[in-house]
């Protein structure tokens, strides 16, 4: 719990006086002033991180939090729950649609096992399990109170390990059968938001399987009862490691400093309980894609966020980290790149502002 308060505490805004001057320099380059959207947003945002718009050499990781849960009792998955470790071992062969994205980008994968139910003798997953997977939602909390301290401690302990390490821009990614139920319940909890609306098909669920789903997780909070106030409460009694795990990573990257990538709805919702742990956290997290599941919009709309793409993805692993990375990458390139006004022979004065919001 130390941990945990500790990072809560030196969690700190974003520069936004540096932020200022990005848009400034970005407002002067040689085209209709906010033309290039929400590219030119991503490099002001990355100036109130990094305190300038200069291009990094980024050292990049996509950070795999995997934990088993004990929901698909129910039958809430069309996937066996030893999927998990079966996909957990591909990842470390570099065979999975993550993998394969990560390694185009030049990004690097940490795969940590919180809570799985299986033993790994494999030297590239990282043993940090706290259990063999969660108790069924469906009928008891998914775990105690202080296991989920510990999987979000473990989620900030590892990102502390990376940037000790050099790395300075993270992706969250996620693996566990089950998982989008877990998030569908921690969501409807937190937003309000009726079941019908939070629960998706997952990994591909007929409309039979998807009514039970909804019967599930609606059980699963009636059963529990969680605080919505109370996060480490909602997250113990109807979330899963994973969603813990990287709840803490997203902390972990707001105390370091580094911008951090979210994933789909999975590290979507974990993103929600890291902001509303602490909400400065808003600052250095960058969404990726709009998952294909109908949960994600929502918790964007209640950050205040906006995914960059929408590729109709529902994979998981982290997959939508890469593109992300490109992007970041690619706007800070642009910007620095391009010539001001000045140099370009073209009158500012001839252009009108496009853009009808801008956060400087």
Request: charged fraction near 20%.
């Amino acid at each position: 719990m130390q941990l945990l308060n500790e990072t809560l505490k030196n969690i700190m805004p974003s520069n936004k006086i540096q932020m200022k001057k990005a848009w400034k320099v970005i407002d002067n380059l040689s085209k209709p002033i906010g033309s290039m959207g929400l590219l030119e947003e991503i490099a002001a945002k990355v100036a109130g991180i990094q305190g300038n718009l200069a291009i990094k050499e980024y050292k990049k990781n996509i950070i795999i939090m995997c934990g088993d849960n004990g929901v698909v009792e129910e039958g809430i998955s069309t996937c066996p729950q030893n999927i998990t470790s079966v996909v957990m071992n591909n990842f470390t062969k570099g065979t999975t649609g993550v993998c394969v994205l990560a390694k185009k980008e030049k990004a690097d994968l940490t795969i940590v096992d919180v809570g799985v139910n299986a033993d790994f003798n494999n030297p590239q997953i990282i043993n940090k399990k706290i259990a063999y997977g969660t108790k069924n939602i469906a009928k008891e909390p998914a775990m105690t109170r202080e296991q989920t301290i510990r999987a979000i401690e473990i989620g900030i302990e590892t990102v502390d390990e990376l940037c000790n390490e050099g790395y300075n821009l993270f992706g969250t990614g996620e693996m566990g059968v089950g998982n989008t139920t877990t998030s569908a319940a921690v969501l409807s909890v937190l937003l309000g938001i009726d079941v019908d609306m939070a629960v998706g098909k997952g990994s591909g669920l007929t409309e039979e399987q998807l009514k039970n789903k909804k019967i599930v997780v609606k059980r699963s909070i009636e059963v529990n009862v969680p605080d919505k106030n109370d996060i480490v409460d909602v997250i113990s009694k109807i979330g899963g490691f994973d969603i813990a795990g990287i709840c803490g990573c997203f902390l972990g990257a707001a105390r370091n400093r580094v911008p951090i990538v979210i994933d789909g709805l999975i590290s979507s919702v974990a993103a929600l309980c890291a902001y509303r742990l602490n909400s400065n956290v808003k600052d250095y997290i960058f969404p990726s894609h709009l998952s294909a599941e109908p949960g994600m919009i929502f918790i964007m709309n209640e950050i205040g966020l906006e995914p960059m793409f929408n590729l109709k993805m529902r994979l998981g692993e982290g997959s939508g980290c890469p593109l992300a990375f490109n992007l970041i990458e690619t706007a800070l390139y642009a910007i620095n790149n391009m010539v001001c006004f000045e140099e370009s022979g073209l009158d500012k004065n001839n252009y009108v502002d496009i853009r009808t919001d801008k956060n400087s």
